[in-house]
C-alpha cells in the first residue's frame, strides 16, 4: 500500500502561517489556528504541505481502508481558507445555515474572509466536529 502524503510533519507552524501572503487570510489562518486549539485542546501541527492540523484519529472506512488523520483542521488556500471538519456531526446543516457567507465540499468548508461569518458559530461547528471525531464514529 502507498504511503499517505498527508502526515504529519516538523515543520514549524508558525513559520507556515507567516508566509501566507495575504495579510487577511494570515490574520484569519492566525484567529482559526487559536479557535481550533482551543476547541480541540490539542497542539497545532502541519500535516503534508499545507494543512495545519490539530489532534489525530484512527479513519475506518466502509471499504476496510484505515489511515491516520486529525480530528480537525485547515489551509490557508489562495482562493479561501480550507476548514477540515467532519463529513457528518450533530447540527451540522443548522449551524452551517447561521454561519454566514461560505461554500461546502466534501468534509470541508470554504470560507473567503473569517469577516464574512460569524465566529461563535463557526466555533460550533469546529465543537461539533471534535466532538463527532472524538467518538470514532465519523468515517470518510
Known amino acids: 500500500m502507498a504511503t499517505l502524503k ?26 482559526v489556528r487559536d479557535v481550533m486549539h482551543r476547541v480541540s485542546g490539542e497542539p497545532a501541527v502541519i500535516w503534508g504541505d499545507a494543512i495545519v492540523g490539530f ?9 476496510g481502508r484505515e489511515l491516520d488523520w486529525f480530528l480537525v483542521g485547515f489551509s490557508p488556500r489562495k482562493a479561501a481558507t480550507t476548514l477540515y471538519l467532519g463529513e457528518e456531526f450533530p447540527d451540522k446543516e443548522r449551524l452551517l445555515a447561521r454561519l454566514g457567507r ?3 465540499g466534501k468534509g470541508c468548508l470554504y470560507v473567503k ?7 461563535d458559530v463557526l466555533t460550533e461547528l469546529i465543537r461539533a466536529s471534535v466532538g463527532q471525531a472524538r467518538t470514532g464514529q465519523a468515517g470518510g
Open 6 to 31: 498527508t502526515a504529519p510533519t516538523g515543520a514549524s507552524v508558525d513559520d507556515f502561517l507567516a508566509a501566507v501572503a495575504d495579510d487577511t487570510r494570515r490574520r484569519d489562518a492566525a484567529t
Open 55 to 63: 489532534g489525530q484519529r484512527r479513519l475506518r472506512y466502509a471499504s
Open 102 to 104: 461560505h461554500s461546502v
Open 113 to 119: 474572509r473569517l469577516a464574512d461569518v460569524d465566529l
